[in-house]
């Protein structure tokens, strides 16, 4: 085997043109390769960041029942196992308990149908920046106040002012109503126009005791150290939560998913085109040079020396070609997404203001995860060997006579 595999490199550089110009075409490929796939996963990663940092988080723990039937009868009461494995958990930065409640809000003759959210503001700082968006005003602090914040278009659908009072009035665990008297100290402008439309952010404290609720919560959002340990966390959490289910940000936002996986097809599709190209390059390449050494062959297989071996030198020579193309394209992309970390591709102007307006950062990154140079490098090694597939197979039928009197 390594009196081949010198062969085979002495036998690369013998057209050291060719032999270069599709080594920088391999090189070319996994660059491009490398770099659009990272440029798309930390993209990825950014959005998904954003947005379940906006509110959902990326994971919830909820009644088995709530995700298909929103009610505060599917609530639960989070017990200490739960609680201490979540704080335990080093993948888990924080959690907070939260409450969601449909109810009305009402303001002298204007009343508007409502999404109640009970918070921790102590806790939710940490998981989400629900309160970070706050658009005018400023946020509540306590649990048990009666300051709300609410949607900056549910502030100007109510035509009240920061400041003012509104009353809100919703139906409690045990089937009776519930209202109380608030004041409004401040807006939030999520981008999502839902939440802006209808959203009201009050002390969890005050609405479970509104909503006759004790320390039942309709969810726990947790927050984690990165999106890539999200299966591995979901997955240990699942026996400490028992019966309750864990919903991933997937779960959760089904439309940021399915988008996602779109444009990750479009993504490998240009990559499969690409790689297509380069395919049939080093189709040419190792066809070319099997070809003009037809005489060469023809002389060795006259002298004894057994198919099988030729066609290891020539796949040998392949498998060189590739990975040293490899070696240089991943070193470029390489060099290419960590710049890109460092310096991530800022948005401006009216294309920056279209972003913030649908809750996206204005930006594109780029990833260096190990996992995507190591999925660009095996199929482009598997590709080439492939690739070389046709030229040994007319190697492997050429006859010693017919190769010697080849011209």
């Given at each position: 085997?390594?009196?081949?595999?010198?062969?085979?490199?002495?036998n690369i550089?013998?057209?050291k043109?060719?032999?270069?110009?599709?080594?920088?075409?391999?090189?070319?490929?996994v660059?491009a390769?490398?770099?659009?796939r990272?440029?798309?996963?930390?993209?990825?990663?950014?959005?998904?960041d954003?947005?379940?940092?906006?509110?959902?988080g990326?994971?919830?723990?909820?009644?088995?029942?709530?995700?298909?039937?929103?009610?505060?009868?599917h609530?639960f009461?989070?017990d200490?196992?739960?609680?201490?494995?979540?704080?335990?958990?080093?993948?888990?930065i924080a959690?907070?308990?939260r409450?969601?409640?449909?109810?009305?809000?009402?303001?002298?003759?204007?009343?508007?149908g409502?999404?109640?959210?009970?918070?921790?503001?102590?806790?939710?700082?940490?998981?989400?920046?629900?309160l970070d968006?706050?658009n005018d005003g400023?946020i509540?602090?306590?649990?048990?106040?009666?300051?709300?914040?609410?949607?900056?278009?549910?502030?100007q659908?109510?035509?009240v002012?920061?400041?003012?009072?509104?009353?809100?009035?919703?139906?409690?665990?045990?089937?009776?109503?519930?209202?109380?008297?608030?004041?409004?100290?401040?807006?939030?402008?999520?981008g999502?126009?839902?939440?802006?439309a209808?959203?009201v952010?009050?002390?969890?404290?005050t609405?479970?005791?509104m909503?006759?609720?004790?320390?039942?919560?309709?969810?726990?959002?947790i927050r984690?150290?990165?999106?890539?340990?999200?299966?591995?966390v979901?997955?240990?959490?699942?026996?400490a939560?028992?019966?309750?289910?864990v919903?991933?940000?997937g779960?959760?936002?089904?439309?940021?998913?399915d988008?996602i996986a779109?444009d990750?097809?479009s993504?490998?599709?240009f990559?499969?085109?690409?790689?297509?190209?380069v395919?049939?390059?080093?189709?040419?390449?190792?066809?070319?040079s099997?070809?003009?050494?037809?005489n060469?062959?023809?002389?060795?297989?006259?002298?004894?020396?057994?198919?099988?071996k030729?066609v290891?030198?020539?796949?040998?020579?392949?498998?060189?070609?590739?990975?040293?193309?490899?070696?240089?394209?991943?070193i470029?992309?390489?060099?290419?997404?960590?710049y890109?970390?460092l310096n991530p591709?800022?948005f401006?102007?009216?294309?920056?203001?279209l972003y913030?307006e649908?809750?996206f950062?204005?930006?594109m990154?780029?990833?260096?995860?190990?996992?995507m140079?190591?999925?660009t490098?095996?199929?482009t090694?598997?590709?080439?060997?492939?690739?070389?597939?046709?030229?040994?197979?007319?190697?492997?039928?050429?006859?010693?006579?017919?190769?010697?009197?080849?011209?």
């Amino acid at each position: 085997m390594n009196l081949i595999m010198k062969l085979a490199w002495r036998n690369i550089w013998r057209n050291k043109r060719r032999s270069a110009l599709t080594m920088a075409a391999i090189s070319f490929a996994v660059m491009a390769a490398v770099s659009m796939r990272g440029l798309q996963i930390g993209t990825y990663e950014l959005n998904i960041d954003n947005s379940v940092s906006i509110y959902s988080g990326y994971i919830q723990i909820q009644h088995p029942d709530y995700y298909a039937s929103p009610s505060l009868s599917h609530s639960f009461n989070p017990d200490k196992k739960l609680i201490s494995y979540i704080n335990t958990n080093p993948h888990i930065i924080a959690f907070s308990r939260r409450i969601n409640a449909d109810g009305l809000i009402s303001s002298g003759e204007n009343t508007f149908g409502a999404m109640l959210t009970g918070i921790q503001p102590d806790a939710e700082l940490k998981v989400t920046t629900m309160l970070d968006k706050v658009n005018d005003g400023e946020i509540f602090i306590r649990p048990d106040t009666y300051d709300i914040l609410v949607g900056y278009k549910l502030l100007q659908n109510l035509k009240v002012r920061i400041g003012d009072e509104i009353i809100i009035l919703a139906q409690g665990l045990d089937g009776s109503m519930g209202n109380d008297r608030f004041r409004i100290t401040g807006t939030i402008k999520t981008g999502a126009e839902e939440f802006d439309a209808y959203g009201v952010l009050v002390g969890i404290e005050t609405l479970q005791e509104m909503l006759y609720m004790h320390n039942r919560v309709t969810a726990l959002t947790i927050r984690l150290d990165d999106v890539n340990n999200l299966n591995i966390v979901s997955d240990e959490l699942k026996p400490a939560a028992g019966l309750n289910s864990v919903l991933t940000w997937g779960n959760l936002m089904p439309e940021l998913r399915d988008a996602i996986a779109l444009d990750n097809i479009s993504g490998i599709l240009f990559l499969l085109i690409l790689f297509l190209i380069v395919a049939f390059g080093i189709i040419n390449t190792i066809l070319m040079s099997v070809i003009e050494r037809f005489n060469e062959f023809g002389v060795n297989l006259a002298i004894g020396m057994p198919h099988y071996k030729l066609v290891l030198v020539v796949f040998a020579e392949t498998v060189l070609i590739t990975i040293t193309a490899l070696a240089f394209g991943n070193i470029l992309g390489f060099a290419i997404n960590y710049y890109i970390v460092l310096n991530p591709i800022q948005f401006s102007g009216d294309i920056a203001n279209l972003y913030l307006e649908y809750g996206f950062l204005p930006e594109m990154r780029s990833s260096l995860q190990i996992s995507m140079f190591i999925q660009t490098s095996v199929i482009t090694l598997i590709i080439s060997l492939l690739s070389a597939i046709y030229p040994c197979v007319k190697l492997y039928k050429l006859e010693p006579l017919k190769g010697i009197r080849y011209t």
